[in-house]
């Protein structure tokens, strides 16, 4: 299938793993890479511009294919190394990155003058033209369903994509509630180039974390996520677990008066002890409603063959049978 994603990328097929928090490793964006998508690596996870540079060095020992590295600019005290972190996405030579959070216009002439391809998560039509504006290649179109921060405007893709296909001149993939061949064919219905993936990537046998994080997305329907923070205008949709719905309970008790100091126990530094040691009640750790699609642990191979099978026999077959009558 080729796509102005697949054109821009240099890919075979039109998905796209999103950059996640202690997910997003070599490993992983390898195998979404050598299956013909896009890997990611995070390189807010590794931390360092060292530790980045090493981790694309891994990745280019697993795969020859073209992968990404997302970039996540977040308000902070003590910020991380974000020259450091360019610096070495640009030495490794990188051909893509995923930018999310806060406006990456600081970064884009060092990433433009090297020719790298920059594509940035949107939760607004509004966000979206502005990154458009600022020179992004393309932007992921993220939907309220999604894992992570939703934004606070609560609009779901069926609203959203057929928005963006209105408003913006530079191609676009949809981000949340993306799943499987259905999540393909419709993304592209509604003027996407593409899709993105996350939930649905952490249950894979590549994805390198603990059995128990799998095992809880396949478990969970779609009734399973919660929204926290929301009070905070940080807005995050998680895997509801005994921390959450603690968290929860705070935030309603507390209302107005809540201050993010009084649910750090339930946010801060959980990710280690969730996907690393399996400890599925550390904390609040995101998850997309799209985990009610989720019934298996593929690799990544078998999950992209089995979404492009699925996509070309809905368009070649359903839809040409609905024509035909």
Not at 215 to 226: G, N, Q, Y
Request: hydrophobic fraction near 45%; charge should be negative.
């Amino acid at each position: 299938m080729k796509t102005a994603i697949t054109e821009m990328f240099g890919i075979q097929h039109p998905i796209i793993q999103g950059g996640m928090h202690f997910v997003g490793f070599a490993e992983m964006a390898a195998a979404v890479s050598n299956a013909g998508g896009l890997g990611i690596i995070t390189g807010l996870t590794l931390g360092t511009p060292e530790k980045l540079a090493n981790e694309i060095a891994r990745c280019k020992d697993m795969t020859d294919k073209p992968f990404g590295v997302n970039l996540t600019f977040l308000p902070s005290l003590t910020p991380p190394d974000y020259p450091g972190l360019v610096k070495a996405i640009i030495d490794g030579g990188v051909k893509a990155v995923e930018t999310a959070g806060r406006n990456p216009v600081q970064v884009m002439p060092a990433l433009k003058d090297a020719g790298i391809k920059v594509i940035h998560k949107c939760t607004s039509v509004r966000h979206s033209l502005k990154a458009q504006e600022i020179g992004c290649d393309a932007v992921s179109v993220d939907g309220f369903e999604c894992g992570g921060h939703p934004g606070e405007d609560d609009i779901p893709n069926f609203i959203l994509l057929p928005r963006a296909a209105d408003e913006l001149e530079i191609p676009f993939v949809s981000s949340g509630g993306m799943a499987d061949g259905r999540s393909l064919v419709a993304s592209l219905a509604m003027g996407a180039a593409g899709m993105n993936m996350g939930t649905r990537f952490i249950a894979t046998k590549e994805a390198p974390v603990h059995e128990n994080v799998k095992k809880a997305i396949v478990a969970a329907s779609e009734l399973d996520t919660r929204l926290v923070m929301r009070p905070l205008r940080n807005t995050e949709r998680v895997m509801t677990n005994e921390a959450v719905e603690r968290l929860l309970e705070k935030e309603k008790r507390l209302g107005d008066a809540l201050k993010f100091e009084d649910i750090i126990e339930e946010v801060a530094g959980v990710y280690p002890k969730i996907m690393t040691q399996g400890d599925m009640d550390a904390g609040a750790w995101s998850c997309g409603m799209v985990a009610g699609l989720i019934h298996d642990i593929p690799t990544c191979q078998e999950l992209i063959d089995r979404i492009m099978a699925e996509a070309e026999d809905i368009i070649r077959s359903r839809l040409a049978g609905v024509l035909a009558n």
